[in-house]
């Protein structure tokens, strides 16, 4: 329906709009919607999904640090 109605450039923004305010996590939420108004839907996705990645790479990393000096995964979750 989108493709066949006449939005006018309106598509990509409201796209964007409804993929970032679907975000479950606020910080790249709120980071995407500070960008300016020429942020795309492809880029929004690419930046969000970059975020994701370091998150997910640093609580790697950390969970590491903590197995190597004995700290359990329970008590990891107070850390977090």
Known sequence: MAKTCNFR???????????IL?????NPQKR????????SPEKAFK???GMETAKLNYRSGAER???KHGISG???LHVW
């Open 47 to 49: 930046l969000a999904v």
């Open 65 to 67: 640090q903590f197995c």
């Open 32 to 39: 995407l919607l500070g960008e300016d108004d020429s942020l």
């Open 74 to 76: 329970r008590e990891m």
């Open 9 to 19: 450039g309106f598509l990509d923004e409201a796209l964007r709009d409804s993929y």
């Open 22 to 26: 679907g975000l479950n996590d606020e």
